[in-house]
């Protein structure tokens, strides 16, 4: 089992970073990939990043590309999310999750915490 839980999330203004957490414990985090994703009520959550367990590779949707930036610290069990340049339709619940391998799919992911809220203000 792996327990994952989030941080960092706040009400932000327009343009401004912010960056979240997610502190985990339990089986060997480094031997793991990680994930970020986003939700808003009513709608299917959606895919950000995601981290092979060395950090080396690194994969984002188009909608993180160039703002978002996903990294680890396996002394620390922590993976992070820096957020930049945050607009309005960046408000949502946002979820790290644990997976053998990176990948896009939610689906790929056997582990999730329960998120950390981000809102935008402008």
């Known amino acids: 089992q792996v327990q994952l839980v989030e941080s960092g999330g706040s009400l932000v203004q327009v343009g401004g970073s912010l960056r979240l957490s997610c502190a985990a414990s339990?089986?060997?985090?480094?031997?793991?990939?990680m994930g970020w994703f986003r939700q808003v009520p009513g709608k299917e959550r959606k895919f950000l990043a995601t981290?092979?367990?060395?950090?080396?590779?690194?994969y984002y949707a188009n909608s993180a590309k160039g703002r978002f930036t996903i990294s680890r610290d396996n002394s620390k069990n922590t993976v992070y999310l820096q957020m930049n340049s945050l607009e309005p339709e960046d408000t949502a619940v946002y979820y790290c999750?644990?997976?053998?391998?990176?990948?896009?799919?939610?689906?790929?992911?056997?582990?999730w915490g329960r998120g950390t809220q981000v809102t935008v203000s402008s």
């Open positions: 339990g089986r060997a985090f480094s031997g793991l990939a």
């Open positions: 981290i092979s367990w060395s950090g080396s590779n690194t």
């Open positions: 999750a644990a997976a053998g391998s990176p990948g896009v799919e939610a689906s790929l992911y056997n582990y």
